[in-house]
Antibody
Framework: EVHLVESGGGLVQPGRSLRLSCTASGFTFGDYVVTWVRQAPERGLEWVGFIRIKAYGGTTEYAASVKGRFTISRDDSKRIAYLQMNSLKTEDTAVYYC?????????????????WGQGTLVTVSS | QSVLTQPPSASGTPGQRVTISCSGSSSNIGRNYVYWYQQLPGTAPKLLMYRNNQRPSGVPDRFSGSRSGTSASLAISGLRSEDEADYYCATWDDSLSGPVFGGGTKLTVL
């Protein structure tokens, strides 16, 4: 069974950094694109970024709101994707979800996010 | 303000049919597949519909999706109390080079 578990959330001051982890099980992690999506309190879903599989360079794409401050990486041997968040702002306060992007022999399809983690709360406040 | 426009709320009584709309543009819905997510209270989003009108395994056929031009819609027939949730549409936006979500529609079963 596919499982994704986020961890690393918590309370952090503005301007500081935090790293989230997304630990996967139940599938061949290295064969899938992983994305991060966040949800501010009482707000809608906002795409944060994604990381491609190693076969496509493991490259990343980000939303404009986080580009230059957030970095996604992956360690396929540990089955973990990371979201490094620097220069945090109060508006980054949200529940952060990682999700698996559906991939088939013909490619990976965004935003076809077929499995999601339970989310981890990040609160940016002084 | 979301790139995709959804009504903030919708409601219906048990057994009724309700429709949730999602309006976009030629750079997103007009040329890319639409996906729908259901988020039950206090839980993570769940994929409800993919490629405009395909249901993942386990999603009841009471749920159906469609796309026409730059708009899409999700229909729920035989409304049940457990359908009370937030619903989000999503698609790829060619201009933004990334996925976009609608603002979400809160469905209330009266």
């Amino acid at each position: 069974e596919v499982h994704l578990v986020e961890s690393g959330g918590g309370l952090v001051q503005p301007g500081r950094s935090l790293r989230l982890s997304c630990t996967a099980s139940g599938f061949t992690f290295g064969d899938y694109v992983v994305t991060w999506v966040r949800q501010a309190p009482e707000r809608g879903l906002e795409w944060v970024g994604f990381i491609r599989i190693k076969a496509y360079g493991g490259t990343t794409e980000y939303a404009a709101s986080v580009k230059g401050r957030f970095t996604i990486s992956r360690d396929d041997s540990k089955r973990i994707a990371y979201l490094q968040m620097n220069s945090l702002k109060t508006e980054d306060t949200a529940v952060y979800y990682c999700a698996r992007v559906y991939c088939s022999s013909s490619g990976c399809y965004i935003p076809h996010f077929d499995y999601w983690g339970q989310g981890t709360l990040v609160t940016v406040s002084s | 303000q979301s790139v995709l426009t959804q009504p903030p709320s919708a409601s219906g009584t048990p057994g009724q049919r309700v429709t949730i709309s999602c309006s976009g543009s030629s750079s997103n819905i007009g040329r890319n597949y639409v996906y729908w997510y259901q988020q039950l209270p206090g839980t993570a989003p769940k994929l409800l519909m993919y490629r405009n009108n395909q249901r993942p395994s386990g999603v009841p056929d009471r749920f159906s999706g469609s796309r026409s031009g730059t708009s899409a819609s999700l229909a729920i027939s035989g409304l049940r109390s457990e359908d009370e949730a937030d619903y989000y549409c999503a698609t790829w936006d060619d201009s933004l080079s990334g996925p976009v979500f609608g603002g979400g529609t809160k469905l209330t079963v009266l």
